[in-house]
């Protein structure tokens, strides 16, 4: 028999002293309308989503506000610095969005230059280092560099953020083994954040040992948002299924799964 345990419900995750159930992260961009942004999340079953402070509508209360759609009461809203390509920026940036809406928890990103919108770690640094003597609870999106997680953990970030492929790419993981040493070195969560395409991408990077995994533009960007979003919530519960489970070695010759003992001749 099965317990609770083993099928994954009890299986929480925790950042900054908050648990998830759900180890699928959203974000609430690039969908057509509000209204197909909280059927998708809905859909996939997330607990926490990122928002872009500039969507979060605070001064027109006439205009729609993803608020209206998307409950703070019932997500944790985890405010992003999308669109972010200085330190400077992404600092005033997630200030204002603290004294908006007393928001603690939150995602940093400095973008390098198009077209590859690589994560600058000389500016995610300075911005980590500013925000974190600030009282912030930094969750951090960085490059798969096992070198500038480690430090990044060291200066106080409460989760690492590496990337899987450039920014809305699909491409999947990219370089797998830098994941895993960044899982093996750290004591805060790890998420993979951006590049994943479908749910083989979110299932993958759970068998690697992410703690969870952020998806965006490859729920808002599918044919059918929801139903991608119903396909990522299954892949990361069977990727972690899986990651707990202990897969076989690897071998380079046929394992036959009957004994040869025994046989008819």
Same mark, same amino acid.
Request: hydrophobic share 45%; aromatic share 8%.
């Given at each position: 028999?099965? +317990?609770?345990?083993? *099928?994954?419900?009890?299986?929480?995750?925790? $950042?900054?002293?908050? +648990?998830?159930? *759900?180890?699928? $992260?959203?974000?609430?961009?690039?969908?057509?309308?509000?209204?197909?942004?909280?059927?998708?999340?809905?859909? *996939?079953?997330?607990?926490?989503?990122?928002?872009?402070?500039?969507?979060?509508?605070? +001064?027109?209360?006439?205009? =729609?506000?993803?608020?209206?759609?998307? +409950?703070?009461?019932?997500?944790?809203?985890?405010?992003?610095?999308?669109?972010?390509?200085?330190?400077?920026?992404?600092?005033?940036?997630?200030?204002?969005?603290?004294?908006?809406?007393?928001?603690?928890? $939150?995602?940093?990103?400095?973008?390098?230059?198009?077209?590859?919108?690589? =994560?600058?770690?000389?500016?995610?640094?300075?911005?980590?280092?500013?925000?974190?003597?600030?009282?912030?609870? $930094?969750?951090?999106?960085c490059a798969d560099d096992p070198v500038a997680a480690k430090r990044l953990e060291d200066m106080g970030c409460v989760a690492i953020m590496p990337l899987g492929a450039p920014i809305g790419s699909g491409l999947g993981v990219q370089n797998p083994l830098m994941i895993q040493k960044i899982i093996e070195q750290s004591s805060v969560p790890v998420l993979v954040d951006a590049g994943v395409g479908t749910a083989f991408d979110a299932a993958f990077a759970m068998e690697l040992g992410c703690d969870a995994v952020l998806v965006n533009s490859a729920i808002a960007m599918a044919q059918d948002p929801v139903l991608m979003a119903r396909a990522m919530k299954a892949g990361v519960e069977a990727g972690r299924l899986a990651f707990r489970a202990g897969r076989i070695p690897r071998h380079g010759f046929a394992s036959a799964s009957s004994p040869m003992t025994g046989l008819i001749r």
């Open positions: 028999m099965t +317990s609770q345990n083993d *099928s994954g419900q009890n299986d929480a995750w925790t $950042v900054a002293g908050r +648990s998830f159930a *759900s180890r699928l $992260v959203v974000g609430t961009g690039k969908y057509k309308d509000f209204e197909t942004t909280a059927a998708a999340i809905e859909a *996939s079953g997330a607990e926490m989503v990122t928002v872009a402070v500039r969507r979060v509508n605070l +001064s027109d209360r006439n205009a =729609p506000m993803l608020q209206d759609f998307v +409950s703070p009461q019932r997500y944790t809203y985890l405010p992003n610095t999308a669109g972010c390509f200085t330190a400077e920026e992404a600092v005033r940036t997630l200030r204002l969005a603290r004294e908006a809406g007393g928001w603690n928890l $939150v995602k940093l990103e400095v973008l390098g230059p198009p077209p590859t919108l690589y =994560p600058d770690m000389a500016a995610t640094l300075l911005a980590a280092e500013a925000l974190i003597k600030d009282g912030f609870e $930094v969750m951090v999106y």
